[in-house]
């Protein structure tokens, strides 16, 4: 069973940094795309970054050039750095296995001065 633990959130003020990890448990991880999700109070799950089995990553476009998502394959664990972080970007952050419809249960990441 495919397990997925988040790490990493807090308090930052804006133009700070954050690292988010997400650990996953099960022999999958080099196999399928995962990706982070992330949501704000009221509104639905949005897509944050992507990335594919061979590590190739796709980003939305409100934060390119500021977020950057990883993987480590011998540690089974993905990764968000996040830079230039602003307010808008306070949310809960999820990471997630799409086609497996895996989640973990979420990190809490506040951008506030």
């Known amino acids: 069973q495919v397990q997925l633990v988040e790490s990493g959130g807090g308090l930052v003020q804006p133009g700070g940094s954050l690292t988010l990890s997400c650990e996953v448990s099960?022999?999958?991880?080099?196999?399928?795309?995962m990706a982070w999700y992330r949501q704000t109070p009221g509104k639905e799950r949005e897509l944050v970054a992507r990335?594919?089995?061979?590590?190739?990553?796709s980003y939305v476009d409100f934060v390119k050039g500021r977020f950057t998502i990883s993987k480590d394959n011998a540690e089974k664990t993905m990764y968000l750095q996040m830079d230039s972080l602003k307010p808008e970007d306070t949310a809960v952050y999820y990471c997630?296995?799409?086609?497996?419809?895996?989640w973990g249960q979420g990190t809490q990441v506040t951008v506030s001065s």
């Open positions: 997630t296995v799409p086609l497996l419809d895996v």
């Open positions: 099960g022999s999958i991880f080099s196999v399928y795309s």
């Open positions: 990335i594919a089995g061979d590590g190739s990553p």
